[in-house]
T-cell receptor, first 113, second 107 residues
């Protein structure tokens, strides 16, 4: 069974640009969650999608958005990039939205210059 | 104050030693996870617990719901166990994370 796949693995963008990251969950998983990891703040929850609906959202500005497609693949978008958005963005998939084991992707390392 | 506190922040051990990493949380949770992150960023889920104790090979995880505390133990540690270990809890339909424990096992 293929694991969670995130693309791209590395990305360099300029301040003010926007970026889209992709996450393909494990086949059959309907829940996809996104997380940001920075050296200063550690891991923080961005949002969770289940069956194409955003079910939960963390405490991030509206520049951070996401969506989920009918095949459970998910994308997250960050608009008007700031230097502080430089981070490792991780997604995790699980078979249900609560209390099931989460499987993480390798992450996308975003650098904003 | 972070809802999830881990200790120690850093841990250095000799190969073969028994290791314990602790996690305390201050909120009502539905489950607790122990995660392992190697350099390069990929995260592996080691355990998900809602009560009691679980064991996978040399790894043991325990949780005490009343005391809001969990421990991760590694028996007969090996250099390949060197990684960051992160405690995370399911709280209010999202996940909250500890700051992580950086473990280095020397041969």
């Amino acid at each position: 069974k293929a694991g969670v796949t995130q693309t791209p693995r590395y990305l360099i963008k300029t301040r003010g640009q926007q970026v889209t990251l992709s996450c393909s969950p494990i086949s059959g998983h309907r829940s996809v969650s996104w997380y940001q990891q920075t050296p200063g703040q550690g891991l923080q929850f961005l949002f969770e999608y289940f069956s194409e609906t955003q079910r939960n959202k963390g405490n991030f500005p509206g520049r951070f958005s996401g969506r989920q497609f009918s095949n459970s693949r998910s994308e997250m978008n960050v608009s008007t990039l700031e230097l502080g958005d430089s981070a490792l963005y991780l997604c995790a998939s699980s078979s249900d939205r609560s209390n099931t084991e989460a499987f993480f992707g390798q992450g996308t390392r975003l650098t904003v210059v | 104050k972070n809802e999830v506190e881990q200790s120690p922040q850093n841990l250095t051990a000799q190969e073969g030693e028994f290791i314990t990493i602790n996690c305390s949380y201050s909120v009502g949770i539905s489950a607790l996870h122990w995660l392992q992150q190697h350099p390069g960023g990929g995260i592996v889920s080691l355990f998900m617990l809602s009560s009691g104790k679980k064991k996978h090979g040399r790894l043991i995880a325990t949780i005490n719901i009343q005391e809001k505390h969990s421990s991760l133990h590694i028996t007969a540690s090996h250099p390949r166990d060197s990684a960051v270990y992160i405690c995370a809890v399911n709280y209010n339909n999202d996940m909250r994370f500890g700051a992580g424990t950086r473990l280095t096992v020397k041969p």
